[in-house]
Structure formats: structure tokens, C-alpha cells
């Protein structure tokens, strides 16, 4: 079945410092990807998106490239602040049926000043 | 703005209680689900519903019930709650169909159970 695979965290950081979390998915046809973002004490929300092979999601300063040669998702940021800190979750959701999304089991992001 | 509201931030009950854990939306989406967040774990599926008296039992069923009267509405039942359902409650919504199929999340219900 389908299915995500993240960097282990927690991944720890200090303030500017550039950010990779990995991300490698599992699916049938080429999928939606997604990236979530869960800030402390918060439920999550959607931090970024790429609908098609080669696009590039983005949004506050973080990218994610669809890379169906290597069916990767990576997230990026050039200069992380203390306030990134927060658990990141990257997701696949089904080409077809009820919208299950699956996600990968999170990677904690610590910034220190 | 999409809005996903759960009725209590924080909750402690013991064991064997029943517990009621709600959740509204206001932007008329079809999909509604339950998941609980464990560390190590990531985010589980309990059950979804994809229209009113509808429901799907999702990756961890088992001590779970839903129901969903209203479209708008979708409850997660603990019949009898027990201490390894001590865990972070999210429900989250969705429209049935788009391109994007994002879903929306309330902030979460923590539950201990004594």
C-alpha cells in the first residue's frame, strides 16, 4: 500500500541555520504531496503542496520539490528562525476514494537563537 | 477562514468512564475524521465519515465510536475509556473531491486517563 517515509528528529538547529527534512513516499501513479506543520500546542495545518511531478510548493520561506525520479518530497528553508520550531509531517493522499491521507510519523524541528 | 472547532482543549477522566470528544466545522465539507497522536507514533486514522450517518473505521477502531447526525458535526465516542487511550485527539475535515484534497484540523484534544 501506500506510503511515507520522514527523517527521524528531533533535528536540531540554530537560529539561520539551512533546513532538510527528508521525505520518500510510496505510491501507485503520481500523487498530491503534501507538507504539514503542527506548532506547539496546535492542531496542524498546511504548510505547502505540489499536485504534479516537478512542481515546487512553497510557502514562509519553505520549498518542497515532487521528484518522481526519486519519488521524494524533501522540505528546505535557507534560514530557519526560532518560531519554525515546531513537528512537520509530510502526507500523501489517495489518488482515488475517501480522502485518507497518509502521513509520515513527523520530524521535530528545534531552532535555538 | 476554515474553522474545525473541538470542544475541550484538555480532559482527564478515569477509567472505565464513557467519554464524548465533539468536533464542528463551518465550511459545509463532506469528509470528517478522528485521528489520535502518539509520540513515535504519528497520526493514526480511528474513523472517517464521508456524509451524515456515514462513518468508515479508519487504522485503530477498536474502543472507538463515531457519530455523525449532522453534516457538520462528528463525535468520537470512548465507551469505556481505558489508560492506553491517554492520547492527543485531533478531527480534521475535507471537501469529497478537488485536486488538493487538503485537509483542516481542529487544535486537538488531550486526553488523560486515570
Known amino acids: 500500500g501506500d506510503s511515507v517515509t520522514q527523517m527521524e528528529g528531533p533535528v536540531t538547529l540554530s537560529e539561520e541555520a539551512f533546513l532538510t527534512i527528508n521525505c520518500t513516499y510510496t505510491?501507485?501513479?503520481?500523487?498530491?504531496l503534501f507538507w504539514y506543520v503542527q506548532y506547539p500546542g496546535e492542531g496542524l495545518q498546511l504548510l505547502l503542496k505540489?499536485?504534479?511531478?516537478?512542481d515546487k510548493g512553497s510557502n514562509k520561506g519553505f520549498e518542497a520539490t515532487y521528484r518522481k525520479e526519486t519519488t521524494s518530497f524533501h522540505l528546505e528553508k535557507g534560514s530557519v528562525q526560532v518560531s519554525d520550531s515546531a513537528v512537520y509531517f509530510c502526507?500523501?493522499?489517495?489518488?482515488?476514494?475517501?480522502?485518507?491521507?497518509?502521513f509520515g510519523t513527523g520530524t521535530r524541528l528545534l531552532v535555538s537563537p | 477562514d476554515v474553522k474545525v472547532t473541538q470542544s475541550s482543549r484538555y480532559l482527564v477522566k478515569r477509567t472505565g468512564e464513557k467519554v464524548f470528544l465533539e468536533c464542528v466545522q463551518d465550511?459545509?465539507?463532506?469528509?470528517m475524521f478522528w485521528y489520535r497522536q502518539d509520540p513515535g507514533l504519528g497520526l493514526r486514522l480511528i474513523y472517517f465519515?464521508?456524509?451524515?450517518?456515514?462513518?468508515e473505521k479508519g487504522d485503530i477502531p477498536e474502543g472507538y465510536s463515531v457519530s455523525r447526525e449532522k453534516k457538520e458535526r462528528f463525535s468520537l465516542i470512548l465507551e469505556s475509556a481505558s489508560t492506553n487511550q491517554t492520547s492527543m485527539y485531533l478531527c480534521?475535515?475535507?471537501?469529497?473531491?478537488?485536486?488538493?484534497?487538503?485537509?483542516?484540523f481542529g487544535e486537538g484534544s488531550r486526553l488523560t486517563v486515570l
Open positions: 480534521a475535515s475535507s471537501w469529497a473531491s478537488g485536486v488538493s484534497r487538503e485537509l483542516f
Open positions: 505510491a501507485t501513479g503520481y500523487p498530491s
Open positions: 505540489a499536485t504534479k511531478a516537478d
Open positions: 502526507a500523501l493522499p489517495p489518488r482515488t476514494g475517501f480522502q485518507k491521507l497518509v
Open positions: 465550511m459545509d465539507h463532506e469528509n
Open positions: 465519515s464521508y456524509d451524515v450517518k456515514m462513518k
